[in-house]
């Protein structure tokens, strides 16, 4: 189904501030390259500030700061990839499934509880005990485990798996193949050289407002609890291990790996593949770059290398590495000149 709106009623839909024809009427939304007139674009970056001035689209989502051209129509708001986004929702509504309810294959065991409005898709497991609240859409071949607690709002995308024990908050979201509360990676090794497992005994705890990437691990603890503190989000292929703590509201890129009873406080970042040592502590407000290797603890600031140090000291050693060469030229201009003074 095609949506159109009028300018002002993207105004008032999403409290953007209008600059521009009210009655103007556009269709679509798209990348300030390929945009028509018929199109919602957007600026986030002032890097493409010559794309928004060469663009067709009929209306450009911009902030405040934003210079702005005669003749063209904008929303300003202080998140205009937050305000583009909500524009996009409002002319793709999501697709519901064609599956509604609970699917006849889905298997239930008698004592678990399941709340009002459950979706529950096909051959999706639910083993005893567990209590999934109000609202919570579980996806086709998803697995919870006995005792499984799940808040309200809650979605499992499919094939992830939830093992037994572990804790959900309200709207946590799942993505597809994301496992939980799998077991954390604990050996001894006997005078023979033999491995042998321990089991790990505890349960990990995803608050309020948690997203889980595809295929991320997040590992039990071996006694108490694995913990994800709300509002934090981790991408795809990620590997939390056994007694990790992540502190509210970080945000952790694909392919990064955090080994066990490491802790992070709050507003953390990490880019991709960053690995992190175990038994550390990560300050509040700590920004890592990518693919760094965090060693031991870090205040609060912004690092890079692996080992990770402050940016500023990886830049100053950027800088003279790129320069080694033509220090490596220098030195022999040098050593030639020496030879010749002792010559004489």
């Known amino acids: 189904m095609t949506h159109s709106f009028t300018l002002s009623e993207l105004a008032a839909k999403t409290a953007a501030t209008l ?3 009210p009655t103007f009427i556009v269709s679509g939304v ?3 390259d390929e945009a ?3 199109d919602v674009s957007f600026l986030a970056n002032p890097r493409y500030l010559q794309n928004m001035e060469n663009s067709s689209a009929g209306v450009i989502c911009v902030n405040e700061e934003t210079p702005r051209m005669d003749g063209k129509n904008y929303l300003i708001s202080d998140h205009p990839s937050r305000l583009f986004q909500t524009i996009a929702e409002l002319f793709s509504p999501h697709l519901q499934s064609g599956f509604s309810g609970v699917h006849p294959t889905a298997v239930i065991h008698p004592s678990a509880q399941i709340g009002k409005n459950v979706f529950i898709g096909p051959y999706a497991v639910i083993d005893a005990h567990t209590v999934i609240q109000e609202n919570v859409s579980i996806g086709p071949h998803v697995s919870i485990g006995h005792h499984v607690k799940i808040g309200t709002s809650s979605i499992l995308h499919p094939n992830c798996v ?4 572990c804790i959900l908050g309200n709207r946590v979201i799942i993505q597809p193949g994301a496992i939980i509360g799998s077991c954390g990676f604990g050996y001894t090794t006997d005078a023979l050289g033999k491995h042998h497992k321990l089991e790990q005994l505890g349960i990990v705890i995803l608050e309020d407002d948690v997203e889980i990437g595809a295929n991320t691990t997040i590992d039990r603890s071996r006694f108490k609890a694995t913990i994800i503190r709300k509002g934090s989000k981790i991408d795809n292929l990620c590997q939390i291990a056994h007694n990790v703590e992540i502190g509210e509201d970080n945000i952790i890129a694909a392919q990064t790996g955090i080994a066990g009873s490491a802790k992070t406080g709050k507003l953390v970042m990490m880019g991709g593949q960053v690995g992190v040592v175990g038994h550390i502590e990560i300050d509040d407000h700590v920004l890592i770059a990518t693919r760094s ?6 205040k609060s600031g912004k690092y890079r290398g692996s080992p990770a140090i402050a ?3 990886y830049n100053r050693q950027e ?5 080694l060469e033509s220090f490596a030229e220098k030195l022999k201009t040098l050593e030639k ?6 010559g004489k």
């Open 19 to 21: 600059v521009g024809d």
């Open 30 to 32: 798209n990348t300030l």
């Open 36 to 38: 028509t007139n018929q």
């Open 162 to 165: 939830i093992r037994e024990q």
């Open 293 to 298: 290797g965090v060693s031991k603890n870090l």
């Open 311 to 313: 940016i500023e000291k």
């Open 319 to 323: 800088v003279y590495i790129r320069k």
């Open 337 to 342: 000149e020496i030879e010749k003074i002792k």
